[in-house]
């Protein structure tokens, strides 16, 4: 009885980690929004004066689709069924990402 209860749940979760997995097309809207704000972040406001940081911003919110075009085009997807593995090729680094249950976890 134990074990088919745990056999049930076992089942259940898998089925739920299927269904949840993200798609590609969301990872894609996921990276370029993460890559838009850490460019925000880091690039805009390194000892720039005020309206230099806010045109800095402004221009990187217009860019966001070269952005997306970039990661898709340096993007690979290794999909599990339960979960995915995302390999994201930039300029100067390599950035994995896991998704699972609907959500990202990004490593870089």
Sequence with gaps: MKLQAILIGAVVVVG???VS??????????ATEQFSETGKTSICTADLPVAAQQSCKFLISQGKGVIKTLVENSTKQQNFVV????????PNRKITTIAAFGNFIMFK
């Design 16 to 18: 739920v980690m299927a």
């Design 21 to 30: 997995n993200p798609s590609k097309e969301r990872y894609i809207e996921y």
């Design 83 to 90: 979960f995915s593995l995302y390999a994201t090729e930039m």
